[in-house]
């Protein structure tokens, strides 16, 4: 049985990796801090279950890391610890600095010190799988050509600055020391147990409540779409199948502006909820304030992973888009559960209310972004 160290396994795309591990008899080893975006619920299908072994902590306490790779002899490291929240990383850039690119250090240096006293066979077959977003390369104008593997790094938000540095590093163990290492660039993911700050689940949670649905600047900055499980699946055939020192593009194909994402979840609910005395949910839309330095369009291409490995998404769009949707309206409990005080002040800083419950569609709302609802667009 292989036994695969995972960091950040309790977080949104980590705790779907770990999910689907269930029934291909791997032993996880899964490594987390447990930040507000770590969610032991998340986990809660491999409660009991002797081939997942949580260990709460940090990918930059190099002590404890150490003891966990000597402890459980990994064949391979997966990294999808970090701080992900580009309006966080311009709240705070701090802990993305910590997280992202200094525990990725640490957490390297470990990897590497533990893989070179593997025997040989071993250290050949042994793998350190990087998990990075398509955001380190920029914001591409209307008609630029996507995203490749050779496009220049050229990264815009302090987030997307950390997890470029990360590549970096990542990219220099192996070139440098020779670790076994491959980086992954994928797009924005969506699907169940996606922490409510980013504009998927905020979106639906948002809609069945009847709160405004805040759209930034004029909606029409433009994202490359995937389903979560898709993403995983073509992480494993990474590990399996991947190239060392090499990195794959994963997307897909599915590029949307952000108020196209939003009325086709508002109308997906109209249908799906149709007890709601919200529909039609498109009239909560919102224009508010514009993200600093907001990227305005992503798009990958992903056709090495697919020429070179096989990979292929399998949801569509709507299709991915019904399982989330299904997903947050029959996990009510998941959803109080991450609405914690924590999330709350996340949220009245961020849209600029007072109080979370105040995000109401109540006219004299008066917030600070929301008031900017004035300048919108169809409202
Ligand atoms: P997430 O924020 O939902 O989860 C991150 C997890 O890492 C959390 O469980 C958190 O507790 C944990 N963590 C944070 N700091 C830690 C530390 N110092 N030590 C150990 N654990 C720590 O993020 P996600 O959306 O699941 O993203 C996972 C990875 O995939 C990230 O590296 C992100 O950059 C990358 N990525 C995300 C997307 C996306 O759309 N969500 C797209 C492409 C790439
Ligand atoms: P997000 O989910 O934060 O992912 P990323 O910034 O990594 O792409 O945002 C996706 C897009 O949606 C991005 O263009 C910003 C926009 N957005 C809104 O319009 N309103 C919101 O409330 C949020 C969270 C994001």
Redesign the pocket.
């Given at each position: 049985m292989k036994t695969i160290l995972v960091t950040g396994g309790a977080g949104f795309i980590g705790s779907n990796f770990v999910l689907g591990e269930k029934s291909r008899e791997t032993r996880v080893v899964n490594l987390d801090l447990l930040t507000y975006a770590g969610n032991l619920l998340n986990l809660q299908e491999r409660d009991g279950d002797p081939d997942h072994v949580f260990a709460k902590g940090d990918i930059g306490d190099r002590p404890f890391v150490r003891k966990l790779l000597d402890d459980n002899r990994p064949d391979a490291v997966i990294n999808f610890a970090a701080e992900?929240?580009?309006?966080r990383s311009i709240d705070s850039p701090e802990s993305f600095i910590q997280t992202n690119i200094v525990g990725t250090y640490h957490l390297l240096e470990e990897t590497l010190a533990f893989w070179k006293n593997l025997p040989a066979d071993r250290k050949d077959r042994f793998r350190f799988l990087h998990v990075s977003?398509d955001?380190v390369y920029g914001s591409l104008g209307p008609a630029g050509p996507a995203f490749t593997e050779n496009t220049p790094y050229a990264p815009n938000?302090p987030?997307a600055a950390s997890k470029a540095a990360s590549d970096h590093l990542v990219r220099a163990y192996h070139h440098t020391f020779g670790l076994p290492a491959i980086i992954t660039n994928c797009s924005?993911n969506y699907g169940p147990r996606q922490f409510p700050?980013?504009?998927?689940p905020?979106?639906i949670l948002n809609a069945i409540e009847g709160k405004p649905?805040?759209?930034?600047?004029d909606?029409l900055?433009?994202?490359d779409w995937l389903y979560v499980e898709d993403h995983c699946e073509a992480l494993r055939m990474v590990l399996e199948k991947g190239k060392p020192g090499e990195t794959y593009n994963i997307g897909g194909c599915c590029e949307k502006t952000?108020i196209e994402?939003?009325n086709t979840l508002c109308s997906l609910l109209d249908e799906m909820a149709p007890e709601s005395p919200y529909s039609p949910h498109s009239s909560l839309v919102t224009f508010?304030n514009d993200?600093l330095g907001?990227?305005r369009r992503?798009a990958v291409d992903c056709s090495r992973i697919g020429r070179e490995l096989g990979w292929r998404a399998k949801e569509t769009f709507e299709s991915g888009l019904r399982k989330t949707i299904r997903w947050y309206l029959d996990n009510t409990q998941w959803v109080q559960s991450v609405r914690s005080g924590a999330y709350r002040d996340w949220i009245a800083r961020?849209?600029g209310v007072a109080d979370a419950n105040a995000l109401q569609t109540a006219p004299d709302c008066s917030a600070n972004k929301l008031q900017s609802a004035s300048r919108s667009q169809g409202l």
């Amino acid at each position: 049985m292989k036994t695969i160290l995972v960091t950040g396994g309790a977080g949104f795309i980590g705790s779907n990796f770990v999910l689907g591990e269930k029934s291909r008899e791997t032993r996880v080893v899964n490594l987390d801090l447990l930040t507000y975006a770590g969610n032991l619920l998340n986990l809660q299908e491999r409660d009991g279950d002797p081939d997942h072994v949580f260990a709460k902590g940090d990918i930059g306490d190099r002590p404890f890391v150490r003891k966990l790779l000597d402890d459980n002899r990994p064949d391979a490291v997966i990294n999808f610890a970090a701080e992900s929240h580009v309006d966080r990383s311009i709240d705070s850039p701090e802990s993305f600095i910590q997280t992202n690119i200094v525990g990725t250090y640490h957490l390297l240096e470990e990897t590497l010190a533990f893989w070179k006293n593997l025997p040989a066979d071993r250290k050949d077959r042994f793998r350190f799988l990087h998990v990075s977003t398509d955001e380190v390369y920029g914001s591409l104008g209307p008609a630029g050509p996507a995203f490749t593997e050779n496009t220049p790094y050229a990264p815009n938000s302090p987030y997307a600055a950390s997890k470029a540095a990360s590549d970096h590093l990542v990219r220099a163990y192996h070139h440098t020391f020779g670790l076994p290492a491959i980086i992954t660039n994928c797009s924005n993911n969506y699907g169940p147990r996606q922490f409510p700050e980013k504009l998927t689940p905020l979106m639906i949670l948002n809609a069945i409540e009847g709160k405004p649905l805040p759209v930034y600047g004029d909606g029409l900055n433009i994202r490359d779409w995937l389903y979560v499980e898709d993403h995983c699946e073509a992480l494993r055939m990474v590990l399996e199948k991947g190239k060392p020192g090499e990195t794959y593009n994963i997307g897909g194909c599915c590029e949307k502006t952000n108020i196209e994402i939003v009325n086709t979840l508002c109308s997906l609910l109209d249908e799906m909820a149709p007890e709601s005395p919200y529909s039609p949910h498109s009239s909560l839309v919102t224009f508010v304030n514009d993200r600093l330095g907001h990227d305005r369009r992503y798009a990958v291409d992903c056709s090495r992973i697919g020429r070179e490995l096989g990979w292929r998404a399998k949801e569509t769009f709507e299709s991915g888009l019904r399982k989330t949707i299904r997903w947050y309206l029959d996990n009510t409990q998941w959803v109080q559960s991450v609405r914690s005080g924590a999330y709350r002040d996340w949220i009245a800083r961020q849209y600029g209310v007072a109080d979370a419950n105040a995000l109401q569609t109540a006219p004299d709302c008066s917030a600070n972004k929301l008031q900017s609802a004035s300048r919108s667009q169809g409202l």
